[in-house]
């Protein structure tokens, strides 16, 4: 993309109009002048770009063409007509290619705000594609330009996007430092709709993280924050986070007590929060050992999500198959995780993906099934890569050592517990 000088404009405007340079002057505007400009060895004042686009108006009627453009056309300088094509473009672009073509021309002409913006979009582009990583590395670049243009008022909801980046990737240790920037930043620019998200956000780590009390502790914040009237459905999800809490705890009739309020709020068949409250019903008198209700209300929430809900169809069809893992109808279990890891996959939802395959080792174990217990092994450890969960990958390598020892498939094993202290390098990093 070129974009001219003022002199260049005003020429290939005159072209344009199959107009000479003759045709421009006047007693007050002269060749001499007019050429100067062309060639950029004289500025263009205003009152001369009044004059000149009164020209150039005045030749388009003649020949019935129309022509839109203004002294400012005339007056803006390659870079200034750069940002203003550049952030007309942010606010239609729909592919990552048309962000980077943005910003080599930013680059180009140094353009601050459009870089930061360029970034701040390009990295919601990766995260709605899920690619989390290279959604937080944008975040990063646009949140150093935005602090060293001083737009502070970007600056909260950046941090929350990363955060949401990390949880999203499952490193919510990670996650909950920048929610807890989000947060901090947020009330210094009184970003009320942040501050909220990010408590909120918190407490949900929290609670990933197995820090109980501390995510019952910022639920409650959240609903101080939180005007029921106004934001129904955030007071919802709040609720429901807090069942999960007591769950944790395995207070499992104090967690039933809070879904059973809200399913008498009249919430509107069609909102797809009531497929988790059905689906958390599920699990809680699942851990009643109340199978049942739990298999009713888990195929609630899968007829629900079937309808208005289908990337979470997949939670519901992994969950459920728990009903039967506890009866011994591992069969049963196994077909319902395969399909559920299908819809996952679909889904590039790696929590479930991993979530899945391990409920597939615990049948395995029982089952004494080592070949399927190596593959399931495999895919987990190839899921736990993309997310670079280190950590993990230490563990289920040293699992798989092991299972290769008993096997006294010494060379495997080696090869297992050799990529075990790798992984434990990374960790280390």
């Known amino acids: 993309m070129k974009f001219l000088t003022k002199g260049e404009k005003l020429k290939s405007t005159r072209k344009y109009l199959k107009m000479k340079q003759e045709d421009l002057t006047d007693e007050n505007l002269t060749r001499g002048l007019i050429s100067m400009i062309e060639i950029g060895k004289r500025e263009l004042s205003n009152k ?13 009627k003649e020949l019935h063409i129309e022509l839109k453009i ?8 390659p870079s200034e007509d750069a940002e203003l094509y550049c952030m007309e473009k942010l606010e239609q672009i729909k592919q990552d290619k048309d962000i980077k073509e943005i910003l080599e021309i930013a680059n180009k002409f140094n353009l601050l705000n459009v870089k930061a913006l360029g970034y701040s979009r ?6 709605n594609k899920k690619n989390y990583d290279e959604a937080f590395i944008n975040y990063i670049y646009a949140i150093d330009i935005f602090k060293n243009l001083k737009q502070n008022e970007t600056i909260p909801y950046i941090y929350f996007k990363i955060g949401y980046c990390k949880a999203k990737a499952l490193q ?40 109980i009390n501390l995510a019952l502790e910022n639920i409650e914040k959240f ?4 005007n029921k009237e106004e934001d129904y ?11 999960n809490c007591f769950e944790a705890r395995e207070e499992f009739n104090t967690a039933i007590d809070i879904y059973d309020s809200l399913l008498i709020e009249n919430i509107d068949c069609n909102n797809p929060v009531l497929g988790y409250i059905y689906n ?9 050992n109340d199978f049942n209700n739990s298999l009713e209300y888990f195929n609630k929430a899968e007829q629900l999500r079937i309808k208005i809900n289908s990337a979470n169809i997949c939670h519901t069809i992994i969950e459920k198959s728990s009903v039967f893992i506890k009866q011994g109808f591992y069969n049963d279990a196994i077909t319902y995780i395969e399909s559920g890891l299908k819809l996952a996959e679909d889904n590039m939802d790696y929590e479930y993906l991993i979530k899945g395959n391990y409920e597939l080792v615990r049948i395995y174990e029982i089952l004494n099934d080592v070949l399927n217990l190596k593959k399931t092994y495999l895919n987990i450890a190839d899921f736990l890569k993309i997310i670079n969960k280190y950590s993990e990958l230490v563990s289920v ?16 094993a080696k090869e297992y517990l050799l990529m075990s202290l790798k992984q434990m390098q990374n960790v280390a990093l």
């Open 48 to 60: 001369v770009a009044l004059k000149l686009v009164e020209k150039f108006e005045q030749r388009a």
């Open 70 to 77: 203004d002294n400012g056309f005339l007056l803006r300088s």
């Open 122 to 127: 390009l990295g919601d582009y990766c995260s």
């Open 172 to 211: 919510y240790a990670e996650a909950l430092s920048f929610f807890y920037l989000s947060q901090r930043y947020s009330i210094m620019y009184n970003d009320k709709k942040t501050e909220k998200r990010s408590i909120y956000d918190i407490a949900k780590c929290y609670m990933k993280l197995n820090k």
């Open 223 to 226: 609903l101080i924050l939180c």
């Open 233 to 243: 459905n955030s007071y919802i999800y709040a609720n429901i986070l807090k069942a």
């Open 280 to 288: 958390n019903l599920g699990l809680a008198y699942l851990d009643k």
């Open 397 to 412: 390598y040293t699992k798989l050592s092991i299972i290769y020892l008993n096997e006294n498939n010494v060379e495997d």
